[in-house]
């Protein structure tokens, strides 16, 4: 989302696929100290501790969402919400042909970050 602040929107089938070109323009971070071993070691434990059957790991806002929430567009962050800015989106799961609703009833639902109802570990599967 901070990628997109403050830029001229950049559509492609409706979809926003701007990105702030000018790093001096994005928020500043502080600089993190972890070692490559260390950032490694949180980000697998993050994920195995994360609660795949009910939440979505959404890239675009930065947090999960719950599964529920998606499926009934409760309580979605503004962004989620706006979903295309040129064609009204119909909500996330609940209205509308297949195509324009992000399937939450998959193993592990990493949302798109630029086509907000693709999820882009839908060839995941438990058996695999």
């Given amino acids: 989302e901070t990628l997109q602040n403050g830029i001229e929107e950049e559509e492609v089938e409706g979809w926003n696929f701007a990105l702030c070109p000018d790093m001096d323009q994005l928020i500043k971070l502080e600089l993190n100290t972890s070692s490559v071993l260390e950032l490694l070691s949180e980000f697998f434990n993050f ?12 890239p675009l806002v930065g947090e999960a969402i719950t599964k529920y929430n998606i499926r009934h567009s409760l309580y979605l962050p503004l962004r989620l919400k706006e979903g295309r800015r040129t064609q009204p989106l119909p909500p996330l799961e609940t209205e509308g042909r297949k195509k324009d609703k992000l399937d939450v009833n998959k193993v592990l639902v990493v949302q798109d970050p630029f086509e907000l109802t693709r999820n882009v570990g839908h060839g995941v599967s438990r058996s695999r």
């Fill in 47 to 58: 994920y195995q501790e994360f609660p795949f059957d009910t939440h979505v790991i959404c």
